[in-house]
């Protein structure tokens, strides 16, 4: 029953509308009927005979005045319309007409789409695609040394790396890791509950101090002093291996409490977060100072102690450390564990299977003798391996291919962003051009893969379509001085190309007027006799069957 009048709710509505809608055509009808029965008294003859005049009358220099004053307003709009589009990827007049228009316009299609649009949606979900696509930011798996790495390069480039969005969620992250409801009524933990939000690294490096002042074995103070106190990775290794001495006496207190007593699940976590934490950061120390092996075996012991705990992502710093050793076996049984269709999918583990793939073949692969003898079935599986890679994350070719400068990774990445290629290229590059041929070999197949998905956002061939959100979600992530890959590439406006050609027109009608006066007012005075004519053969066949005027 409340379907039924629901239905016949919708149906008067939409006939409400479209009453509305004859009743504005009814009235402009009426009020040209008025104006016409009340020429006579309204003067409107004589009104438009003396403006035909005065148009007669003008000379060139008003028409030169006029075409100028028009190319200069459209160049204008067309400037501030180009850098609207590039600040923020859409068309001005096409945002405000649609704001403006659409709250109208959807009172007509409203009820008439209404159905279509909830089947449409219902699709969406029976196809297994998501009717709305979120744009999640994660954190990077191998994020650099604030202190030690980002500051150097800002000192020396009067560059900020880092953007403040970016330290923003770096902030609340350590804020959920370091922290928990049991740290109430501990000094040195409640200033590290608001140290990580401070703005200014003097103000974090100074509360963290503070916090060591009231409790020397405090190690989140330790790990922020290492993160970004320390110059160098070796001050920033020394000090997070006395952070880790604590950090492991915290987390066997909390298991043997959690054991004996049923301790808290949150001490137990925010201690948990804090070892894995600083031992992967050691791991991290261990791969920049040239000790890879002693990096895979932090890495390898991490992942056996904890096998569940996938906050940190700590197989694809297993996977960067394995390719400097280039133990490919290892690296191949990596893929095998995490490619796998239930886990979510990064940049790293599949142009790394491409890369595997793409090593058996790119030494002898040469792009003329494959077109004359057709792929082989490796070159094939190689081929498809890059397609699937590029099809994930479109951005990361350009990096590695050189075609687009490189800059130092944010501490976020967006999957499948120009955040993410930006984080693998910094540091898979060298693995890379390690391999013989490969970027060859990527080089002549990448672009391939955009022959199989033409319309990106609304199919995927192995993937979800591709988001639409990762423009915005970047431009926050990456510093302003990075100029952001967009995919797919976007088309101009219709304002946008309406205003450069309009402003084209009447630049060149300034030209023309200016140098050929005569001529060019010639053809204004036809082509305004020619726009007039109509109306006056409708004049003549409306005095033809009614009457001059109701007032004579």
């Not at 400037?79 to 649609?98: L, P």
């Not at 020394?238 to 006496?249: D, F, G, I, S």
């Not at 030494?363 to 070159?379: I, M, Q, V």
Request: hydrophobic residues 45%; neutral net charge; contains cysteine.
């Amino acid at each position: 029953m409340a379907g039924l009048l629901r239905k016949i709710f919708d149906k008067f509505k939409s006939w409400i509308a479209w009453l509305w809608v004859y009743l504005i055509v009814l009235w402009f009808a009426l009020v040209c009927f008025v104006a016409y029965m009340l020429k006579g008294p309204l003067r409107i003859g004589e009104n438009l005979a003396f403006v035909y005049m005065f148009l007669n009358n003008l000379t060139p220099k008003f028409y030169v005045a006029l075409t100028g004053t028009s190319s200069l307003i459209s160049g204008l709009i067309l400037m501030f319309e180009w850098w609207y589009f590039k600040k923020y990827g859409t068309s001005f007049i096409e945002q405000v007409s649609i704001s403006h228009l659409s709250p109208l316009l959807s009172r007509v299609e409203g009820s008439n789409g209404s159905s279509g649009g909830d089947s449409n949606a219902t699709g969406n979900h029976a196809n297994g695609q998501p009717a709305i696509t979120e744009c999640k930011v994660w954190r990077n798996p191998l994020n650099l040394f604030r202190g030690a790495e980002y500051q150097r390069y800002s000192l020396a480039t009067s560059k900020e790396p880092l953007t403040y969005y970016d330290m923003n969620l770096s902030a609340q992250d350590h804020q959920t890791f370091f922290n928990c409801d049991c740290d109430v009524g501990k000094p040195d933990y409640e200033i590290m509950q608001t140290t990580w939000r401070e703005r200014l690294p003097t103000a974090r490096i100074k509360a963290a101090k503070d916090a060591l002042d009231k409790n020397p074995e405090c190690a989140p103070a330790m790990i922020l002093l290492a993160e970004e106190e320390c110059d160098t990775i070796l001050e920033a290794e020394k000090q997070l291996k006395v952070a880790y001495r604590y950090a492991e006496v915290n987390y066997r207190k909390s298991l043997q409490a959690q054991h004996l007593n049923g301790g808290s699940d949150t001490l137990l976590r925010r201690d948990t977060n804090t070892i894995v934490y600083i031992k992967r950061r050691l791991a991290m120390c261990a791969r920049k100072l040239g000790k890879t092996k002693d990096a895979v075996k932090l890495m390898r012991e991490l992942m056996k102690e904890f096998p569940s705990f996938n906050l940190f992502n700590i197989h694809e710093n297993l996977i960067e450390a394995l390719l400097e050793l280039q133990n490919y076996a290892d690296v191949q049984a990596l893929l095998a564990k995490y490619d796998d269709i239930s886990l979510p999918k990064s940049a790293a583990i599949c142009y790394t299977a491409a890369l595997l793939k793409a090593r058996q073949v790119a030494e002898k692969f040469s792009p003329d003798t494959a077109s004359k003898r057709g792929l082989s079935t490796t070159e094939m599986n190689a081929v498809d391996a890059i397609h699937r890679a590029v099809e994930f994350n479109p951005h990361v070719p350009k990096y590695l291919l050189e075609m687009k400068p490189l800059i130092f990774p944010p501490e976020h990445i967006l999957k499948r962003g120009d955040s993410e290629a930006v984080a693998y290229a910094f540091f898979h590059l060298r693995h890379w051009k390690r391999v013989d041929g490969a970027l060859n070999l990527l080089h002549c197949t990448w672009e391939g893969t955009f022959r199989m998905i033409p319309y990106p956002l609304e199919k995927g061939h192995l993937f979800y379509p591709y988001p639409i959100c990762t423009e915005n979600a970047d431009k926050e992530l990456l510093p302003s001085f990075h100029e952001v890959s967009v995919y797919p590439k976007k088309e101009l406006p219709f304002f946008l190309v309406f205003t450069a050609v309009l402003c084209s027109v009447t630049a060149l009608l300034a030209f023309l007027t200016y140098r050929y006066p005569d001529t060019m007012g010639h053809i204004a005075k036809t082509m305004v006799a020619w726009a007039v004519w109509p109306a006056y053969i409708i004049m003549e066949k409306l005095e033809a069957i009614l009457p001059n005027s109701f007032i004579l």
